[in-house]
């Protein structure tokens, strides 16, 4: 080919990968890629540096690894991390969906390169995110002040529900699991230990105890079973937001049954929904609606 | 600045990375953005859309149908980024989480599963070494509502708006269906109006597509934000300080004033005439709403209303 003298990095190392790539029904030994691919250098030693040199630019610059077998001096690509049809939906994604609050992703980065114009789907992260993420790639302890106490945190998972982002995990002072939604986050989140200092419980439900973040699921008070009669118009929002299942219908309106654990969550959602919402039963329950608004017209 | 090899490994992955997903790119766009030489960095680009390497039969082979290079240095996506193609690594974990949310949100409009995608994102979710719950929060009538929009029909259907209680019927010309502050919306002209509002799309009750066909616009717009300011309500309360995290959200806070009891005053702004109930309606009798003294007949008239359903 004649060109060994004039080549230039960026093009040997993609030659090599386009070759090796070529190559994979018969992967290439040593003395093969040096041949065949342009602007390798004579003599043993010095071929198999700038072979090694360029294998380490092609993962570390490309993400293309390679492995190589010492018995048969024989190169093989990796195989890909994605396919080129996922690579290809997740820009298709990237393209309509605008991730704020992670930063500016670069520019390599699939997705990076994207226009931007067409954008109709913005999803907003709480800016602590990415610390409580790092932190739990890390098994890193971190603190941070919630509701004016500082808290000591082996944060477990992340997760987004009803709207909201929750991390979600062991708390050291009370040494039990606790779930804090991130945007109420009074301070920075700061490590409070080195990498590896604690390990995600094996029986560790992430999607759980997420949902779990609902006080319906996991407040103080007894849990009962709540019937709640609903106007048509509002049962789609109060099971769509709360939960629960329609079990009974009664004038046109509807009856559903939720689970409760926290009396107080449950009034301040039931009253939300003005007099299209009654509770019906338990006892315990009605008697704590009733006395809250008694107790407001006794004022 | 120097152009060494680092940094065109690095230019040039940018480059080729925006061709592939822009379909085209300028590469004097690149040499600014990157402040090197628009020469070199053709150079560069040459180097890589242009390589070549022998076969073991000795028959040169070029890699030249992936990108086309253009007498006007703008590189063009032919075929496919053949590098991307090759590569082993799973991307960055914060490039990853950004990958998972948007490809999340985006399943959430497809009409059917799409298994690249959801095979994609069970990639990304082993990358992450973190465990991330994203919730299926596609409400009931998005695929309906973005069915409308597609086939340019009319959307008629039931409502309950923000701030209220009572539900009420709607036909719209639906231009645009979008995502935004955690919630879907489609935004389009009400038959009879020349505004174009948006509706949440979790609070239409029922909805269906009109045989009514009507002309698509150009460029719809997504809003900045909603002005609500005409629906505001401003109330003044003294409470413990604790149970300002109990108020119903949005609203705003004005200057808190401590008293010496571990209570508070403040003036909160609430939009909504059904927020403004709420709000009445949750706060204890430890909480004393202080004016104006229509705030404070509407309480106690709203509270026996609500207490008569007992």
Redesign the interface.
């Given at each position: 080919m004649g060109r060994r003298a004039e080549s230039r990095p960026v093009e040997r190392v993609v030659a090599l990968a386009a070759y090796v790539s070529e190559r994979a029904g018969s992967p290439p030994t040593r003395a093969e890629i040096v041949t065949d691919v342009p602007g390798y250098p004579e003599g043993d030693e010095a071929n198999r540096k700038a072979l090694r040199r360029d294998l380490s630019d092609l993962a570390e610059h490309f993400g293309i690894e390679t492995d190589c077998d010492p018995a048969e001096d024989r190169y093989r690509l990796r195989r890909p991390f994605l396919t080129s049809d996922e690579r290809r939906v997740l820009i298709a994604a990237a393209t309509i969906a605008q991730v704020q609050g992670l930063g500016e992703p670069d520019p390599d980065d699939i997705g990076g390169g994207v226009d931007e114009y067409g954008r109709f789907i913005f999803i907003t992260v709480p800016h602590r995110t990415l610390a409580l993420f790092e932190a739990i790639r890390a098994r890193i302890p971190v603190t941070f002040v919630y509701h004016g106490r500082t808290r000591t945190f082996h944060a477990y998972a992340l997760g987004e529900m009803t709207s909201h982002w929750y991390v979600t995990g062991l708390e050291q002072e009370s040494g039990g699991q606790r779930q804090f939604r991130i945007d109420r986050i009074e301070s920075d989140v700061s490590p409070a230990g080195a990498p590896g200092s604690y390990e995600v419980p094996g029986d560790f439900d992430a999607p759980e105890a997420i949902r779990g973040v609902d006080p319906f699921r996991w407040g103080p008070d007894p849990k009962v079973t709540a019937r709640v009669l609903l106007g048509a118009d509002h049962v789609q929002g109060f099971v769509g937001e709360y939960g629960g299942t329609v079990v009974d219908h009664i004038d046109g309106d509807a009856v559903v049954e939720v689970e409760v654990a926290h009396y107080d969550a449950f009034r301040w959602r039931l009253l939300s929904f003005g007099t299209h919402a009654r509770v019906l039963s338990p006892p315990a329950l009605v008697d704590h609606v009733r006395s809250h608004l008694t107790s407001i017209v006794r004022t | 600045m120097r152009f060494d090899?680092?940094r065109?490994?690095?230019v040039?992955?940018?480059v080729?990375?925006?061709?592939?997903?822009?379909g085209t790119?300028s590469l004097a766009e690149f040499a600014e953005r990157f402040d090197v030489d628009l020469d070199a960095l053709h150079?560069?680009v040459a180097?890589?859309v242009l390589?070549?390497?022998?076969?073991?039969t000795g028959d040169?082979?070029g890699?030249t149908r992936s990108f086309l290079l253009t007498e006007d240095e703008h590189l063009v996506l032919d075929e496919?980024?053949?590098?991307?193609?090759?590569?082993?690594?799973?991307?960055?974990?914060?490039?990853a989480?950004?990958?998972l949310?948007?490809?999340s949100?985006?399943?959430a409009?497809a009409p059917a599963a799409?298994p690249?995608?959801d095979?994609?994102l069970e990639?990304l979710r082993s990358?992450?070494?973190?465990?991330?719950?994203?919730?299926d929060?596609r409400?009931?009538w998005l695929p309906l509502v973005e069915h409308a929009r597609r086939a340019h029909k009319r959307l008629r259907f039931?409502y309950?708006k923000d701030g209220h209680?009572?539900?009420s019927d709607r036909e719209i010309e639906p231009h645009?269906?979008?995502?935004?502050?955690?919630?879907w919306y489609v935004g389009g002209r009400p038959v009879g109006a020349e505004t174009t509002p948006s509706f949440r799309i979790?609070?239409i009750?029922s909805a269906e597509v009109s045989d009514e066909e009507f002309e698509p616009v150009d460029t719809p717009t997504?809003p900045e934000w909603f002005d609500l300011s005409a629906a505001e309500h401003s109330v003044r309360l003294r409470l413990p300080r604790?149970e300002l995290?109990?108020l119903?959200r949005p609203h705003r806070l004005g200057e808190i004033s401590e008293l010496p009891d571990g209570l508070v005053e403040v003036e909160v702004v609430i939009t909504g005439d059904?927020r403004l109930?709420?709000l009445l309606?949750?706060?204890?009798?430890e909480c004393?709403v202080l004016g104006p003294p229509k705030a404070i007949d509407r309480?106690?008239a709203?509270?026996?209303?609500?207490?008569a359903?007992?």
């Open positions: - | 090899k680092i065109q490994f690095e040039l992955n940018a080729l990375a925006a061709a592939e997903e822009r790119v150079r560069v180097d890589a390589c070549e390497f022998k076969t073991s040169v082979i890699f496919s980024h053949w590098l991307r193609d090759l590569v082993s690594v799973p991307p960055e974990p914060e490039a989480l950004r990958l949310l948007a490809g949100a985006a399943s409009l799409v690249p995608l095979s994609a990639k990358a992450l070494s973190a465990e991330v719950v994203v919730t929060a409400p009931e039931r309950v209680t009572e539900a645009i269906v979008f995502s935004k502050w955690g919630h979790d609070r009750i997504i604790g995290t109990s119903p059904r109930d709420h309606v949750i706060l204890g009798p004393e309480r106690r709203y509270t026996e209303e609500l207490l359903l007992y």
